[in-house]
């Protein structure tokens, strides 16, 4: 799992170094350029490769479209960590984006990673059709904007210090973490053109995914130590944040996200030896130290 995880992050860093590269020098391209490379696993695009796999799509065209969600995800980290967000210092066990260069800094490397996520899906070397990278753009849009992970962000900063649900909970956490992720889920599905109902099977397993992805997340900051996690831990707490395990508990919360994985796996099995990578990254996600 490892080797196809770091295969992917290198070739996934590989086209965004060259994608860089050839654009114009600008005061933005260093940090820009910290957000997206300073660390981080790159598993949005593993996603992506798992379920294009599935539908036997170019492992180099995945790798773009990944390359695109790599943007906005640096973006989302970038402003996650400001003070006016979350306030964190340390991200991927270095300074924070703003630390390093400056809070207004930080946010115009934000803004320029999300437009960059644009140009990578409109380019010319994607060889896709002009309608198929269209239909890309709408829903990478719908996915990061108020219906996905800038919606999400703003229920996530509300419900601190108060009491919340669960099923607010788990809605602010599709939307924050998930949406993305069933971005990388029903990309495949839109550059294969299949169907309608197919496609929102795909969103609905991306959008368990990404659940997965913030309770095994939620639980790192729990119980992890900065060392392993590259960010300090035990803040949510410290923070009020509303999460299932300030709700649920630790053990209930393992039995959860247990569950999210198996109900994925049923989802998949159709597909029989083809969706075994993408059982393995479920289980990675549960079971990362950072
Ligand atoms: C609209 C995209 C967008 C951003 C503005 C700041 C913000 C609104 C949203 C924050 C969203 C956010 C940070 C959600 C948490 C998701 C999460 C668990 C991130 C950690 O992802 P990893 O572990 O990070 O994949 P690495 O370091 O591996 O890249």
Do not use: W
């Not at 108060?162 to 809605?171: F, G, N, P, R, T």
Request: proline share 1%; with cysteine; charged share 25%.
């Amino acid at each position: 799992m490892n080797n196809k995880l770091n295969k992917i992050a290198k070739d996934t860093n590989f086209f965004l170094k060259k994608f860089i590269k050839k654009q114009k020098k600008t005061n933005l391209i260093i940090p820009m350029q910290y957000g997206l490379f300073s660390g981080g696993k790159k598993i949005r695009s593993k996603i992506l490769v798992d379920i294009g796999s599935l539908f036997d799509l170019d492992y180099h065209s995945l790798i773009i479209v990944g390359s695109a969600v790599e943007c906005i995800h640096a973006y989302s980290l970038i402003h996650d960590d400001l003070p006016c967000m979350d306030n964190d210092t340390i991200r991927r066990g270095k300074p924070s984006t703003h630390i390093k260069f400056g809070e207004s800094t930080a946010v115009l490397a934000g803004n320029s990673l999300l437009t960059m996520a644009f140009e990578i899906l409109s380019y010319k070397g994607l060889n896709i059709s002009e309608k198929i990278k269209i239909d890309l753009i709408n829903k990478i849009s719908e996915s990061s904007g108020h219906l996905g992970v800038a919606g999400g962000q703003y229920l996530d900063l509300s419900y601190e210090h108060k009491k919340v649900s669960k099923k607010k909970i788990v809605e602010m956490e599709i939307k924050k973490t998930g949406k993305l992720f069933s971005f990388c889920c029903v990309a495949p599905l839109i550059m294969k053109k299949r169907s309608k109902k197919e496609m929102i099977l795909f969103e609905n397993i991306g959008a368990n995914i990404g659940l997965l992805f913030q309770v095994a997340d939620d639980l790192i900051d729990h119980k992890g130590s900065l060392l392993n996690a590259g960010k300090k831990t035990g803040k949510d707490k410290k923070k009020g944040k509303a999460t299932l395990i300030s709700l649920l508990g630790q053990e209930n919360t393992i039995k959860y996200a247990n569950k999210l994985i198996s109900n994925i796996n049923n989802n998949i099995k159709k597909y029989g030896k083809k969706s075994e990578n993408l059982s393995k990254t479920l289980n990675y996600i549960l079971n990362r130290n950072k």
